[in-house]
């Protein structure tokens, strides 16, 4: 299931909960989810894709396999400005990316370090 994030300064939550670095983090309001089974998504293994085309699969090196995932389990979030002429009538709190929140600023951090974008 897709779900979209718009990115303007109106879904713009800035929460101790998260680095405010973290665009993600800081997004959290979206819209409805849209229709199940509208624009399916597919995560291809590249070493047995020969072509690809929408993210589907047209062309195999070898046999591949699939598993069907259903809307309760995963969904894709797409984050993206707001065209002028669109409303945004309906905002949805969406933190369950929170649920990764420690592992990823426990992995990032220490690189953006590194790299002296964090001090």
């Known amino acids: 299931r897709n ?3 718009p990115i303007h300064s ?9 680095p405010r670095y973290m665009f993600m983090l800081q997004h959290v309001y979206r819209r409805k989810p849209e229709a199940v089974g509208k624009g399916a ?3 291809h293994n590249s070493s047995e894709a020969l072509i690809l085309h929408n993210h589907y699969n047209l062309g195999a090196l070898k046999s591949c396999r699939w598993i069907n ?17 669109e409303k945004w009538e309906t905002k949805i709190l969406d933190e369950s990316i929170y649920r990764y929140k420690d592992a990823l600023v426990n992995s990032v951090e220490p690189v953006l370090r590194k790299l002296s974008y964090l001090s």
Request: aromatic share 10%; glycine share 0%; net charge neutral.
């Open 69 to 85: 995932l259903e809307p309760t389990t995963a969904q894709m979030q797409h984050y993206r400005l707001l065209e002028k002429s």
């Open 10 to 18: 109106l879904n713009y939550a800035e929460t101790s909960a998260a």
């Open 3 to 5: 779900v979209h994030f």
């Open 41 to 43: 998504k597919c995560l």
